[in-house]
Each structure stands twice: as C-alpha cells, then as structure tokens.
C-alpha cells in the first residue's frame, strides 16, 4: 500500500504527516508492505509526482495523509471536491483562487474508503477520530481529488483517501489555545486505519463482492 | 516535594492528574523526591487529606494536579479564589452552590509558583501551556485555595500552585471534537513544571531573596 | 426569486430561517419579487415540494436557507454534496444514514451563486459572513443538493444556493456558550445577499455573457 | 446609577460597551436615572477618573462595561483581581505587566451584584448570557477592581460590578469565524441587568436586609 505525506508548509518547521509516513515507511501490516513518500506542498509540483508514485506501484490501497492545524481529532475525509482555492500560498509561492484540480471532471468524489469503520476502530482504540465532510481546497484537497480521480479512471480495483492530523505538541505550543495531538497517537491511529482498509478488501476478494 | 492528582469523576474511568501522579511517584527530580498521592473528588474529604499530607511531609514545594477537560494545554493556575459552586456533583452526591472554600479566609489568593517561568520553560521543550486566571470553582479550585491557604498561615515559606491538564485521548475520544494530550507529554510537562519551580527555590535559597 | 427556509427542528420553538422567510415574503427586492416558502424538515417531503415550488414559478433565482446551530456567521454554502447521513432524526422521525440524495446523480454540485461576492458585500455591510465548504449532510444539504440538481437538469438559466445561518439570541439563552446573530442582522445579510445575486444576473442578462 | 464604558482600543474603530453608555445614558430605570460615562482604555487615567464619578454622583448602583472579543455571550463577572497583566498596550501605549491594581489591597474581590439572578433573567427574556470567573486582566479588570476596592473602602452600601459584552457585527465581519451581538441585544440585555440589580437593592431596602 503507498501512504503519502506533506513536507512542512506555511512557515512550520515539521509536519506531523511527514513523520507519520518515515515511521511507517517500510513496514507491514496486515501482510502488506507499507511504500511511505512525502510529497512537496506544490501545487504544480505535488499531483504529477502522486500520478507517477501510483503508476509505478499500483498499490491496491493510496492513504494521503495531510496536516489540519486547530482540528482535535484524526479526521477521515469523505469527499474530495474538484476546487483549489488557497488561502495561503504554497511552497513555490503560487496562490492558485477557485480553479479546478482537474478540468473537466467531476465536482466530487466520494472516498471508497470505509471512513465510519475506520473513526469507530479508532475511538474503540481510545484515539480521537471523526468522519469529516471538507477537506479544504488547499493542497490536501487537490492531491485528495487527484487520488480519486486517478482510481476511478484507471485503478478501478484499488481503494484510497486521505485523512488529515493535527498539529503537533511542538507546533501548538507555538500557537496559544489551540489543540494538538502526539506523534505516537498518530502513528498508531494511522497504523490501525490501514489495517482498517486493508481488511475491509481482505473480506471483500474473498466474498467476490464489490464495492459500493 | 508533593504531588497530588484526582480519582476520577464525572462518570470518567480514568483521570489523567492521576495517571500522572502515579508516573511520578517516588521519582528524584532536582534532587528531591516526589512524594505523591491521589486525592477523592470529594468536597467534604478532600481538603482534609491535604492538610493531613502537608502536616506530615511538610513539603517545600506541593503541587496539585487536576483535569480541565475541553482545555487544550496544561495550565499553570495563578489565582485560588474562596468560592466552591459545583456544576455538578462530586463522588460523594454533593453538589455546593456559592459557599466558601473557607469562611472568613481572604476572596483569593496568587499562587507563589513562577506561573509564567513555567509556561515558558515548557513551550520551550514543545509542550503546549499556558497560564490561566481561573481554576473554575469546583474540587481542584478548592484544593487549591484551600492549599494556598494552608501555606499562607502555616507554611509561609512553602510554594505551591495549582496545574490542570487536558483530557487523555481515550477520553477525548468519547466526546467528538474534544482536544487531548498523550500522558507522556503530560507527564514530560508536569516533570519540567516540578524542575523549573525547584530551580527557582533554589535560587531564593542561595541568595538568601524572599518570594514576592 | 425564491426564498425557503425551514420549519423548526431538533425539539426548537423557532428556525431562524422561517422568520427571515417570513419577514421577507412579499417584498420587492431590485424589482424582483420574493415568493417565500417555509419547508419541513422532513427527508420524504422536503424535496417533492421544493420541486413542487420550482415548477410552479420557475424562478430565476432560488436562495434555501436553513439554521446551521453553533456557527457565528452567514454561510454562503459552495457545494452539495449527494449525501444523506442524519445525525439526528428529521421531524417525521426519519434518520437516513448515508445514502444519496438522487440516485445516479453526480457526487455534488457547485452553487451557480456569487458565494465570494455576496459574502465580500455582507462584510462590507457590517454583517458577518463567510464562505463555506460543508452544507452537512442533513435536511439543508439534501434540499440544496436537490435544488442544484433540479437548476442543472431542467432550469441551466436559473441561479440557486443555500444560506445557513446561526442560531437566534433566544435559542442560543438556552445552551451556554453558544453563538447568536439578531433576526434583524440575519434579515439585512440575506436581502442583501439577494440584491448581490439579482445584480450579478442582470449583468450577465446585460452582457449576454454565461455564468462560469 | 452610574453606567460606564469604554473607548475603542486594540486598532477598533468602535467599542460596544460605549455605544450601550450613549443608548442608556440620561434614561429612567425602576424610577433610577442613568449617568453614563465612557472611560478611557488608559491603565493612568482610568481610575482616576472613575473615582471621580463615583465621589461626584455618590451612585447606588455602578455598572462598568467592557468589550470582550471572541466571547458569544454578556458576561457577568463574580470576581475582580488585584493584578494588571496586558496582553496589548493601552491607548496610551503602556502595557504593564504583573503590577497590583492597588498596591496593598486584597487579591480579590467577589462582585456584590446579583450575576446569576441576572444571568437568569436574561435567559429569561431570549437574551444569551452566563456568569464569568475572569475578567481578564486588562483595562476591564482594572476597573473592575478599583471600583470593587472604592466601594468597599468607601461605599459600602453601594452595589457595583462589571459586564462584559461580546463583538458587535461590524467587528466581527473583519474577524472570520468569531462571534458577535447586535447592540439592540446588548442594550436590551443591560437595561434588563440594571433593572434586576436595582430590584434587589429595594427589595434589601424595604426588609432592612444586608448583602451577603
């Protein structure tokens, strides 16, 4: 399975999806080898290098992870929207307002990951996760609504989304009042969704059934 | 020096303070040791057994511990006020609306802890903290005023303060949308608030200063 | 142009959107005149009437508000999404969880509406208000994604979105801590939120020019 | 009864807690005259100038207002503390830090005003609102303490205390995603909390009761 992060963006000095991916980088679960890379926070640059990490692997499940700072909680998105319009700008310095990810396609995808089975996991497990109906239209989004374009136009079979964390003990201490969560509990939250999924499609090959 | 956390309350099955208190039992910081005990959310036993444990140990330093859930930081207290109004019941059933913590004592007073040393000290090492104008006025204000009255009138060269903590993620995890901290940043926190309180001691000691 | 809003819901005396519907049903606004309609909230009613309302007067503008508890601004809503997943029950008791608005229709829609627009007029005006990327996933997003579909497949030339709005001061006496916004600010924001979608019309009607 | 409020501060072009003064200023309550005046946000010269008042009108009753930012609801402040720690500089420039409001007075002083009969009051009549543990300890709480500290040093049988309002809607449109209140709900809500303070005063007087 290929998990993906972000480099630090917006003037941080780490990002907690960044270090999510080089600790699980490498390792299995569930049987399957995790393919951990961390993407630039670009938006000329982030999309064509996801298109390539994917055509090269061909994993059966993409996770993208991503930073949202001031969220508590693990939040699994469940709708990609075909709009980028940044509040701030990215790495390379571009602030790209109300255009589309991908000309021409849809408005939306759904995730065809089980988000609900993934948040109640994780709560059974005492760590903080919600379903979530936005992720934002900033660079999350655009790699969120590129991944599901890519599956659903050439990887039928695979399933993928994204999930954003907060910020780390390190970044809010930086910014009064506002909520953070510790690498370990991200580690093991992002640990057990992976399982998650990946056991959703164990259950799935082997009834012969599809996806919704 | 002592420490002193919470059984919990609320219908919760665990309290951090305690957690805490149980993590740093016993150990050597600065070349003290901890001393340290857990107190019944009870406003008719709870100030006794601190009196109890003061008298015998007679501690230079006591720090009380407490949950604040819905709070995203560890907050160092600065002012115990004489008021007890419970939002609701304690272990016990009882529930006081607008009495004082102890009659005849003064409305408040100023923690003698160095609030904004602490809170410094552990943005510094990536803990988020903060220093906060109000303990609430349920048990942990009462322990703390009724601490710092216990100083003030038979310790006077004593320091003591009073810290709340957020809630631990498996409790966060019950209450959607609600920020938490993993114990161990809690307890990293709670171990350089002790250091960084005896590290000022210290100094007063060696200079022969009085305490403002 | 069409004005809905809702009837009260979730055990409420009162929907904020209701009075704004009522207050300026009637009215002639940039010589358009307001046809108001409140809504049930009701995922078997809600949309037959809507449809109903939509036939009947085929207006060239429709604006659905609805009460969006907790939040402290106007919300121009940006995106329907195809979604129905209730975390409460709608007043026939009905809890509909995660299934789509229209069968076969597309993930979501993109309002037709100015949202940035109108929200820069409204903050120009004194009146709080925002864009917002979530329109939830009860009765209110039901009706926008239905309205959206209905413009897109039998009225192109029309304009329609959705407006939430916070709780009233009354409701908001009833649960601590919460934000309010007065009937009359809430009355102010969306007449003006009409004048700023007529104009835009009038100006693409002028110009022959289409809407993006 | 003397009503005081502030100036604009902090870069605001307006201050709510003024705009109340102007409205009230000159009006009958319970057959009470209203003096307003508007304070400066000066640490030098407010108090002066509040003592001033105080000695000139001799007032029963003294209700101070203040602008909270970011708060959703009217304040009603139980305790006033003895320490000036500004987080901003005043209008005059000068930020002080951890000073006394009154060198050698006590750490506090609980309000003499009926904040919960008022807090309930005013839910009564739709207006939200909720008793407060801190006022900060900016320009507001100076006042706030100095009028505590004037009143039980010099009229004892007078009432006074301190309200905090939340933004009004033309300030939180330059400020996303905060809270306001309309100045017809405040003015409301302020006339509501004198008229219940004064009624209580009559009613101590009648029975020839003291305050608690």
Same mark, same amino acid.
């Given at each position: 399975?290929?998990?993906?992060?972000?480099?630090?963006?917006?003037?941080?000095?780490?990002?907690?999806?960044?270090?999510? +991916?080089?600790?699980?980088?490498?390792?299995?679960?569930?049987? @399957?080898? +995790? +393919?951990?890379?961390?993407?630039?926070?670009?938006?000329?640059?982030?999309?064509?290098?996801?298109?390539?990490?994917?055509?090269? @692997?061909?994993?059966?499940?993409?996770?993208?992870?991503?930073?949202?700072?001031?969220?508590?909680?693990?939040?699994?998105?469940?709708?990609?929207?075909?709009?980028?319009?940044?509040?701030?700008?990215?790495?390379?310095?571009?602030?790209?307002?109300?255009?589309?990810?991908?000309?021409?396609?849809?408005?939306?995808?759904?995730?065809?990951?089980?988000?609900?089975?993934?948040?109640?996991?994780?709560?059974?497990?005492?760590?903080?996760?919600?379903?979530?109906?936005?992720?934002?239209?900033?660079?999350?989004?655009? +790699?969120?609504?590129?991944?599901?374009?890519?599956?659903?136009?050439?990887?039928?079979?695979?399933?993928?989304?994204?999930?954003?964390?907060?910020?780390?003990?390190?970044?809010?201490?930086?910014?009064?009042?506002?909520?953070?969560?510790?690498?370990?509990?991200?580690?093991?939250?992002?640990?057990?969704?992976?399982?998650?999924?990946?056991?959703?499609?164990?259950?799935?090959?082997?009834?012969?059934?599809?996806? @919704?």
């Amino acid at each position: 399975m290929l998990l993906t992060g972000f480099e630090p963006f917006g003037g941080e000095a780490v990002n907690p999806s960044q270090e999510i +991916v080089r600790a699980l980088d490498g390792a299995t679960i569930a049987a @399957h080898r +995790v +393919v951990g890379s961390v993407l630039p926070v670009s938006f000329a640059a982030t999309v064509p290098m996801l298109e390539d990490l994917v055509e090269r @692997h061909r994993p059966m499940l993409v996770l993208a992870l991503g930073q949202a700072g001031g969220r508590s909680e693990i939040s699994l998105e469940r709708i990609a929207v075909n709009l980028v319009d940044a509040r701030i700008a990215d790495n390379d310095g571009l602030q790209p307002i109300d255009v589309p990810v991908v000309a021409g396609a849809p408005a939306a995808y759904f995730t065809n990951l089980p988000a609900k089975a993934i948040v109640a996991e994780l709560r059974t497990r005492g760590i903080p996760a919600a379903p979530s109906l936005s992720a934002g239209s900033f660079v999350c989004n655009q +790699v969120f609504f590129a991944l599901a374009h890519l599956l659903a136009t050439r990887l039928p079979e695979a399933r993928g989304g994204f999930v954003h964390v907060p910020w780390l003990p390190q970044q809010a201490a930086r910014q009064p009042g506002q909520p953070s969560m510790a690498l370990a509990t991200m580690i093991e939250g992002i640990h057990a969704a992976i399982e998650c999924a990946l056991a959703v499609q164990e259950d799935l090959a082997t009834s012969g059934g599809t996806t @919704h």
